[in-house]
């Protein structure tokens, strides 16, 4: 089996916020009341936090999940800037640009054609004027499918935010229930001076 990963800085934060739940908890709070000084607590919490590596482990599992899955969301975010700063205004200008100039080589070719010049340039800006409708057609066409490309981007972003963030709360669920609660209640029992933790108590809910 591979070994557990060590707790990375990042999640530290996390380990803290639910060492500061468990030490809540009523068991343990309970005990804890019984030094007014406050002493006890703050033995606990350094005791804990000491030894976070070892305690995180017995949540390998989902913390293994978790960090999995938050690494597989990075390159998507690191690519999007250069993917999304020139194309975005390109498929909005693309269109507008070539319909303005579709228009105006149609009217002014009609324009002539009605002043019975019959040149070459009449027909060269009224064949013009339709190659630029086709463009600003096809273009359209292309904005379109970029757009919703972009939405459904933004979809699949939003299913692995949703996904990290349970993978996130079922690694600090298991951490809590598994890991630190079991620690501090050892550590109680060890220590005299705290004095035995209470028979019952409700788990906190993340």
Known sequence: MADPLPLRPEDRPDFEAVLRRALTT????????AD???R??????????????EIAAAAHEEY???????????????RRPAAGTLLPALTVLTPLVATAS???????????????????????????GWVLTLIAGVSALLAFAALLRTAMRGGDDSVHAARLRQARLDWQRALLERGILPRLR????????????????RRPHL
């Open 26 to 33: 009523t068991d343990i709070r309970e005990t804890l009341d």
């Open 36 to 38: 007014p000084s406050g």
């Open 40 to 53: 006890a607590a703050a033995r606990l919490r350094r005791l804990v936090l000491a030894n976070a590596d």
């Open 64 to 78: 293994g999940a978790y960090v999995t899955l938050r690494a597989a969301g990075r390159p998507g975010t690191a």
């Open 102 to 128: 579709a228009a105006a080589l149609l009217v002014l070719g009609h324009l002539l054609r009605l002043t019975d010049a019959r040149d070459a340039l009449t027909g060269s800006l009224i064949t013009a």
């Open 186 to 201: 050892r550590y109680l029992r060890a220590d005299p001076a705290a004095g035995p933790p209470a028979a019952s108590g």
